[in-house]
């Protein structure tokens, strides 16, 4: 997540208000963050970013894009917000990308208002960028996730010998929530890799975001899985199913090293903080920018 300050406001005179997102601004809302984030995104990948938060299911009640700064009606300034209700009917929303056009940035905290309003509701920032981090206190964040954990879980002593994998959209031959698998499925057409691990006596879903480590070395995000403790049981045929696939490494937030998978852990990096009741688990980045964008 993006976020700037400057102390100077526009003239008054500006026809300035904040509203909703709409489905009539996405043309609109593709240009303000094309030429916003330049190079790093094209107005492709824009695109597809606002077509996939126009084809979601969202809880009611919610913006289903997000808040829109606008000066007589052309758009300077959005944040996206990714809503989604958990099994428990509780609703969280990733911040995600925004950006304010430089003449209009003393209005930037009016936006952070309007996206932050909801008190039920559980924010989550889960791309921080570095300049960022002593301003989120401020607005309310607490860290939960301080760095990252690259494991290379191949490597890892055989914990479930008779544990089997299987797709995401056949139902296992193991008892299993019924919300896993629609999760897994919902997933595997956002581009993760989702699959279960079952025994006997349960099925265990699992998520993976693929991606490239400084834009070069392959690996799997974890995405979701019902607990960290999970991925270590069943690190060896989980490190073998995405090697198979060219993913040989795996990235898992975490507070420090994890016991039984071999790998490094890198304090101070990737951190995520949230706002809100409830605080996220770590192995839970469910319908979240990760998940959808691979961001």
């Not at 301080?146 to 914990?159: E, H, Q, T």
Request: hydrophobic fraction near 45%.
């Amino acid at each position: 997540m993006q976020f700037m300050v400057n102390a100077n406001r526009p003239p008054d005179s500006l026809k300035v208000r904040c509203r909703q997102i709409a489905d009539g601004d996405l043309d609109g809302l593709a240009d303000l963050f094309t030429r916003g984030f330049g190079a790093r995104r094209t107005r492709a990948f824009w695109r597809r970013v606002l077509a996939c938060l126009q084809a979601r299911t969202v809880p009611p009640d919610v913006p289903r894009y997000g808040y829109l700064l606008e000066n007589d009606g052309a758009p300077v300034g959005a944040i996206l917000l990714i809503f989604t209700a958990g099994p428990d009917g509780a609703i969280r929303a990733n911040v995600s990308s925004w950006y304010v056009d430089a003449a209009f940035r003393g209005y930037a905290q009016l936006l952070v208002s309007q996206a932050l309003k909801l008190k039920t509701v559980t924010y989550l920032n889960v791309s921080a960028a570095p300049h960022t981090w002593p301003i989120l206190p401020a607005q309310g964040y607490q860290r939960y996730s301080s760095g990252i954990f690259v494991a290379l879980p191949a490597l890892a002593r055989a914990r479930e010998p008779g544990a089997r994998l299987a797709a995401a959209d056949r139902a296992p031959d193991a008892p299993f929530a019924p919300f896993e698998q629609e999760l897994l499925v919902r997933h595997a057409g956002y581009g993760c890799v989702s699959f279960w691990c079952a025994t006997p006596a349960r099925a265990f879903p699992f998520v993976f975001r693929p991606r490239r480590i400084k834009r070069v070395i392959p690996c799997a995000q974890l995405v979701y899985c019902g607990d960290i403790a999970d991925v270590v049981r069943f690190a060896a045929p989980i490190g073998r199913y995405l090697a198979r696939r060219g993913l040989p490494f795996v990235i898992l937030d975490a507070n420090g090293p994890i016991a039984g998978l071999v790998g490094r852990y890198f304090g101070e990096t990737m951190p995520k903080f949230f706002r809100g009741p409830v605080r996220p688990r770590l192995g839970d980045l469910a319908d979240t920018e990760t998940a959808l964008f691979g961001m």
